[in-house]
């Protein structure tokens, strides 16, 4: 297996067939009643009755489709939601799905000066190595708000080459009001955004990153909601790996993220979180398999692989 | 005693005479000799006694400045490096800091989409009402990362009026690349973080936030680095607290800060962490005090109090 994440990454999306990250997001109010067992209702701040539902329920999720997906990402906030306890839960199920041969995005949007970012870095990318604890698997990846400046990424850089992880740095966000800030336009004709990816290119061209396909560790998250946006950043951005988030619930389609790869359909992983996980609260997947979640949130993951297939053939 | 944040805060000023936030930055490798006691020499990635020790540190530091000063700011990533043990830790001593009188900042720079945005502010701002659990005290302010727009400030902004905490949102931080994508010329002749800052000034001005002497809960961070950013940050959001970073081991001087505050010296609070934390490593106080590192952090508190009450009288 080779060491770079960039080159772990492509491979495993071979491997599997499919550029698809699941997205896990679990809200207790959403998890099928089959596990919450109307648990969570008593009381929703109970954080135990909460954290046990989404535990079982994440690692349901997570075998299911394990064998036919190279990467899911976890999203913190809803870990944190719950406190501590949340976030042991968030670094158990991150071991699990790695033990499963899942690759692992801890989405953290994480951004600090050098020496807190190093601190982020190394609590979010470094396996420990404790002296009373038994082995911790934490992230293949994270990824990382720029804000704060290009200097401020170093510090994950530097941990994702010694540990041969990676990162995704959010370049065009995929929500309403992302383009306020991203897209507004500077005095030199770019956006926002395009200055970003451009400074982001730099940093993402160099040898300890790059892997032997030609694509680099440092990644970038685009949203998948606007083709010229795409275009605009795979130009800027020629060597990073896109994280297209918005597929599915947010409305980015197969057809839209097709610009994101390359002539070898490389490049890219979509990612889909609530449309994924939820698939049984959608009526389509719901008048065929009832109440059987697993049967929906299988149906949903061959559906969108089969919707990327069809686009990315041509 | 007032519920509003800002309120809260401002009276807080008042009672310890001095706008101070000192920075709660517990790395293990600075923390006094006669803490450590050697135990993270072993194995720094020895989480149990890397938490002992920074928790027994920042026990003490607390007793000593809750006396003498309002408001401490715990940055987050020194406690996730060590994963959930340190996230505990953190709401531990959040906790503690809390029953001590202090008033809380959690920095933690979250920012994410819509409903992820809920989920952070849930975790971090709201006190759970957990059934199996003692009362949780969590911050009464959290920094927020706007990147993604004004409108993932929402969540926040939704429940600090709920629950009368605070927010200070990231709008010129005071790291040497924080130029390069916050100080960037728009097309409109405005900088990135000017516009930025107009924007917000809008979001802070809403009944909800404003407390009675003019201030909104919802305050900017604003480098203390440069006088020409804080007079022109400081006309464009006139109705928000400022939290100053940079003084001390950042080069920040009183002198500088004084554009943040209004005629009666209201308006913003100046925030110091090493510089203090770490003020047995100075030669200034190690020569007065030796190895009585108690008494080095109390002198480098009262040199800051003299220091700005200098600079603030005139």
Redo the contacts between chains.
Sequence with gaps: MPENFADRLLDAIDTKGAPICVGI?P?VEMIPAAITDGRHL??P????AAVDAIFEFTISVLKLIAPVVPIVKF?S??F?????E???A??SLVQEAREMGLLVIGDI?????????A??A???LAE??????EE?L?PDAVTV????????LTPFVDTAIEYDKGLFV?VR??????????D????T?QT?SQ??AE?LALVADQPGLMGQYGYSSLGAVVGATQVHTIESMRQRLPKSIFLLPGYGTQGATAEMTRRAFDANGRGAIVSASRSILYAHRNEKYRARFGDDWQQCVSAAVTDMHNDLKAVLKR
Tied chains: 1, 2.
């Design positions: 997001d809200i008593r009381n701040d109970d954080a135990d999203q906030a809803y944190e939601r719950y406190l501590w949340g976030v042991e968030y670094f949007k994480r951004g600090d000066i050098g020496s807190t970012s601190a982020y190394r609590g979010h420990p190595t404790f002296d009373d604890h911790v934490v708000n720029p804000m704060l400046g290009l200097d401020t959010l966000t995929s929500n309403p009001g992302s383009s306020e800030l991203q507004v336009l500077l005095a004709g926002w200055l970003l400074k």
